[in-house]
């Protein structure tokens, strides 16, 4: 979804399947490299994807010439993963000219595995 | 500081400095793997240290047999970071019997670029 | 709904127009002593709606004997309220043995002025 | 410390003891009408010191002209209180041109009960 290359995505293996009018989706792998001690998937990487999926979703409603960077970001979790994969779609849920609201929920095919609300600035480059 | 296998913090280079007494510090060098498209350390990396770190903190005060896990977590970003290293430290704000707050600080040399507050449930194995 | 005196829902005319099934919804009607310097309402009314809210949608799925409390709630703001009322419909996200997630929107007539996102604990008592 | 009317801490009973240089306190004596249904005092209590606390801390740094308003708050219990008196303790974390992260402890006597982290956003009036 972007020319810009992203090297943190590549190195979880995060890929975007859309980004438009204000949502996203993007996707991640569950592979060996991305467990932590008890087996399970990080939950860095369900961060990963919430964070990338509202700078995702958010850019699809800025101006040319504006950018925006993550304020804060609050993520729950409602089961862990052991295998499979992690899909996350975002949705803005209100953008204002200097602040936007964000929500992700993330799933593991069927599964809500975890919920992320988050507020982004918007400034001019 | 653990003697279990850990993919995610080898991928992204995290490793604990310390973890005792309710306390923990660990670290990860920036390298160009760890970029987002602006250029800057992926909001996921200090997400991960914090994580990881209050992960760390809490189970120098577990029980042998007791296990944890996030709930959730809220991190708010001070500023961008382009090179060096991030080190966070982090402490058990309080222990109950099934439910620990946490808060971590994430800094690349002096200056505070993250903060976490988070929750983790407690649990016999 | 409830049997129980309730000091504070009543000292800012908080009631509830339902809860069951695992939702809420609970309201406000905007009076003087709700607003601050700025002539707005004043955040913490909001957030009592969710606060109450999540509480009054979980005791709907909780088992004879059982209690709940709060761990932790994030609230963000979309809009400020000057006059009308508060409603706040509550949903659990997802309720374990031991912890459940529950989000609450609150909106005056048709407009989303606020969202929560809140973790309680379940114990027996 | 403040020459504006407070319609809402005057009804919850809030006073401010100082808010100076990027800090707040403020403080709510515990009485009936602040107390829920399990006869604690009601979260959104130590949530209106919070909001407040951080309100009054923040415009001690504001430049003439400049106003704030809370972008959103999360807030974490560690305790529950019956009786005595709530005292928050406030700081900016660090005040950008247009956002600030403030963070506040709630005690009763010496007891820490609650914590929060929050955001505000600066704007010219």
């Avoid at 890929?15 to 060996?32: H, K, L, M, N, Y």
């Avoid at 001690?37 to 979703?57: I, N, R, T």
């Avoid at 862990?80 to 609201?101: D, F, I, M, Q, Y």
């Avoid at 595995?113 to 982004?120: D, I, M, P, S």
Wanted: charged letters at 20%; a negative charge; aromatic letters at 6%.
């Amino acid at each position: 979804m972007s020319e810009h290359p992203h090297p943190f995505a590549d190195l979880i293996g995060l890929t975007f399947d859309s980004a438009e009018s204000g949502s996203s989706q993007c996707r991640v792998p569950v592979r060996p490299e991305l467990l932590n001690p008890h087996g399970v998937v990080h939950g860095a990487v369900a961060y990963a994807l919430a964070d990338s999926g509202m700078g995702g979703a958010l850019y699809t409603l800025l101006e040319k010439g504006e950018s925006c960077a993550t304020i804060e970001i609050k993520i729950v979790y409602l089961s862990s993963v052991r295998e499979g994969g992690l899909v996350c779609n975002t949705r803005v849920v209100r953008k204002g000219s200097r602040v936007a609201v964000l929500e992700s929920e993330v799933f593991e095919a069927d599964r809500l595995v975890a919920k992320a609300l988050g507020t982004y600035s918007i400034h001019s480059r």
